[in-house]
């Protein structure tokens, strides 16, 4: 079945870059997602990376997809302390049904 | 872009009493609507898969008659705990997906915040 795993915590100091780690499963999955989720609220799309893509930059976020070891990266370069949340990857496969991690807590110290 | 608006955003009942979730797309029509379950620091559970005008499809493990979805409209659908219980108590988040056009993707609401006491 679909699966996706995440490193449950990750702790970096202000203006470091952080690298979230992910992977996933179900190498039928269109596109892959990156979502951040703060304190009691829902979940904000960061960004998504075709499946037939390598690599996706958008400012500070750089998205890595290695297909073949079905591996999945998010790097914030600069992190902020406003960066700190939890952060989701998915994966929606032919089912349109969106899969998720099981989330890595971001700790941002001054 | 795409907004989905879930209200409320926090409830408290009594157990026994039944408790609705209401999901709306505002500036799209969402042929697909999903709605999950948190729990404290834990990832989004699937409950069900919802569909305008059609039954829901529900997760393994999802009890249909406890967790009732209606997806009336394109714009609109709702999810309603009935006789809930203390162990219902959790964040119930949708989520709307648009097939096509600029919101293309999936969009989710804030979030409710369900306590049963």
């Known amino acids: 079945g679909e699966d996706v795993e995440q490193s449950l915590f990750l702790s970096v100091r202000e203006g470091d870059s952080s690298v979230i780690n992910c992977t996933y499963t179900?190498?039928?999955?269109?596109?892959l997602y990156w979502y951040k989720q703060e304190p009691g609220a829902g979940l904000q799309l960061l960004t998504y990376?075709?499946?037939?893509?390598d690599m996706k930059q958008d400012q500070r976020l750089t998205v890595l997809l290695n297909k073949k070891d079905k591996h999945l990266s998010l790097r914030i370069a600069d992190t902020q302390t406003g960066d700190s949340a939890i952060y989701f990857c998915?994966?929606?496969?032919?089912?349109?049904?969106?899969?998720f991690g099981s989330g890595t807590r971001l700790l941002v110290r001054p | 872009g795409a907004v989905v608006s879930q209200h409320p955003s926090r409830v408290i009942c009594k157990s026994g009493t039944s408790v609705k979730i209401e999901c709306r797309s505002l500036d799209f029509q969402a042929t697909t609507m999903f709605w999950y379950r948190q729990f404290p620091k834990q990832s989004l559970m699937l409950m069900a898969t919802?569909?305008?005008?059609?039954?829901?499809?529900?997760e393994q493990g999802v009890e249909k008659d406890k967790f009732l979805i209606n997806h009336a409209s394109l714009t609109l659908s709702t999810l309603t705990v009935t006789s809930a219980h203390p162990e219902d108590s959790s964040f119930y988040i949708c989520s709307a997906r648009a097939e096509a056009g600029p919101n293309y993707g999936y969009t989710f609401g804030s979030g409710t915040r369900l306590t049963v006491v």
């Open positions: 990376i075709f499946s037939n893509m």
């Open positions: 919802s569909n305008e005008g059609s039954k829901a499809t529900y």
């Open positions: 998915a994966e929606s496969g032919s089912s349109y049904k969106l899969i």
């Open positions: 179900d190498s039928s999955s269109t596109y």
